[in-house]
C-alpha cells in the first residue's frame, strides 16, 4: 500500500493577529488531523497587513510551517525588497521579473519523499504586469517533474475564471492548485480529472469583522471619499482560519482528496 500524505494549506495571514491565530491552530490541527506539512499564503502578515518580513518568517517556520507563498504584496515591506534572499523558504511569484530577489518555488522533505512548491500571480485584475502565467508554470513544472511526483501550486489572482482555466491546464502534473488573495473562501473544492486536488481560493486567516482584514470603516471612506486612506489591520475577534486539506498518494503524486477547513474563532489573540 502506498503512503499518504496529508497536507494543510492556509489562506493568506493578515497582520500579527493573524499570525497568532495560525499559530494557535497549528499544533491543534496538526495533532487531531494528523496533519503532515504546513503551507501558508504570507503576503499579508506583515504587521500592517502588507508584505512579511524575515522575523515573522522565522516565526511561522518554527511555528510548524513549512513554506511560505506571498503574492503582490511581496514587496510591501523594504527590508524584503532588500534581503528576500536570505529569507528562508519564503517564496515570491515565480512570474516576476527575473531580475526581482527571491524564487518562485522551493523545497521540503518529508521522510525520504521531497515536496515542492510553486507560487505563480494572475494577469487579470492585477497591477503587476508579470509574465504570463500559464507559459511560467509550464517551463517550471517541466523542472520540477524531474525532481518529485508531489508538487503543490499557489495561484496569487484575482479572478476565477484565470484560476479554473490555470488549474485545468495543469491538471494531472500537481498534486494541489490552490487560489489565494482574495481573502474570500470559494466552496467549490475539488479533485479535477486527472488528479490535482482544486480550490478557487482557500481565504484568509484574518478578522471576521472586517474587510479582507482590514478595518471596514476606512475601505468605506475611502470609497466615500476616494482619498488614498491608510486601513488598519483588525485585531479583534472572531477571527476566521481558512484553508484546506489535501491527501496526496505519495508515490504517484495524485490527490486523493481535498477538504476544505472553515474556522471561526471567538477567542482574542496576543499581538
Ligand atoms: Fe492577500
Ligand atoms: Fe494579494
Not at 497568532?20 to 504546513?38: E, F, G, N, Q, Y
Not at 511555528?63 to 534581503?83: D, F
Not at 511526483?149 to 484565470?162: L, M, N, P, Y
Not at 482557500?202 to 476616494?226: F, H, P
Request: hydrophobic residues 40%; proline residues 4%; glycine residues 8%.
Amino acid at each position: 500500500m502506498s503512503k499518504k500524505l496529508r497536507f494543510l494549506i492556509l489562506g493568506d495571514i493578515v497582520g500579527l493577529s493573524g499570525v497568532s491565530l495560525v499559530k494557535r491552530w497549528i499544533p491543534k490541527l496538526v495533532s487531531t488531523r494528523t496533519i503532515d506539512a504546513v503551507i501558508v499564503n504570507g503576503e499579508n502578515a506583515a504587521k500592517n497587513g502588507k508584505g512579511i518580513t524575515e522575523s515573522i518568517a522565522k516565526d511561522l517556520i518554527a511555528s510548524g510551517v513549512s513554506m511560505i507563498t506571498t503574492g503582490n504584496h511581496i514587496w510591501a515591506q523594504e527590508e524584503t525588497r532588500l534581503s528576500l534572499n536570505k529569507y528562508q523558504n519564503v517564496l515570491r511569484p515565480i512570474n516576476f521579473p527575473s531580475r526581482c530577489p527571491g524564487k518562485g518555488f522551493g523545497f521540503f522533505n518529508l521522510g525520504s519523499y521531497e515536496i515542492a512548491v510553486v507560487n505563480v500571480q494572475g494577469q487579470a485584475f492585477m497591477h503587476e504586469k508579470v509574465e504570463c502565467p500559464f507559459k511560467a508554470l509550464d517551463t517550471t513544472l517541466t523542472f520540477l517533474q524531474m525532481r518529485t511526483k508531489i508538487i503543490f501550486v499557489d495561484f496569487h489572482a484575482e479572478t476565477t475564471a484565470e484560476k479554473i482555466a490555470l488549474a485545468t491546464y495543469v491538471d494531472g502534473r500537481v498534486s494541489g492548485f490552490v487560489g489565494t488573495h482574495t481573502h474570500v473562501q470559494t466552496s467549490d473544492e475539488r479533485i479535477l480529472p486527472k488528479g490535482t486536488a482544486f480550490i478557487t481560493d482557500l481565504g484568509a486567516c484574518a478578522a471576521l469583522y472586517s474587510s479582507l482584514g482590514m478595518k471596514s470603516e476606512t475601505i468605506i471612506e475611502r470609497s466615500l471619499t476616494q482619498m488614498p486612506l491608510r486601513a488598519e489591520v483588525v485585531k479583534d475577534p472572531p477571527f476566521m482560519l481558512h484553508g484546506v486539506i489535501i491527501d496526496v498518494d505519495a508515490d504517484t503524486g495524485r490527490a486523493l482528496s481535498i477538504e476544505r477547513i472553515k474556522i471561526l474563532d471567538p477567542d482574542p489573540v496576543l499581538t
